[in-house]
Nanobody, 124 residues
């Protein structure tokens, strides 16, 4: 089981930026995919973005394309989510998750290991 710990959430005004971090326990996850999901009260957890260990495969949900960037710093055992031009609709609890294998998946049920989540609030 991979241990994941998110950090970096907070409150920001619309148009601002935040960087979320997801520290993972294993030194190498070369056969893993790490993704970010987000959830608001009363709604299902939704896919935001994913990255493979090689960092050659990245994919973004349409509403965050051009604003969010996912990256993997292997020296720090950390996946980052840089969020720019934030909007009030980005307000949610953000979770990172990991799954074995590099097969593409936006389905939360494919991801077996999850962090505890970090709250992002964007005020208008």
């Amino acid at each position: 089981q991979v241990q994941l710990v998110e950090s970096g959430g907070g409150m920001v005004q619309a148009g601002g930026s935040l960087t979320l971090s997801c520290a993972h326990s294993e030194r190498t996850l070369d056969t893993f995919t790490v993704a970010w999901f987000r959830q608001t009260p009363g709604k299902e957890r939704e896919f935001v973005t994913r990255i493979t260990w090689s960092s050659q495969h990245k994919y973004y949900e349409d509403s965050v394309k051009g604003r969010f960037t996912i990256s993997w710093d292997k020296a720090k055992n950390t996946v980052f989510l840089q969020m720019n031009n934030l909007k009030p609709e980005d307000t949610a609890v953000y979770y990172c998750a990991a799954k074995y294998g590099i097969a593409a998946s936006d389905n939360r049920n494919s991801y077996k290991d999850w962090g505890q989540g970090t709250q992002v609030i964007v005020s208008s």
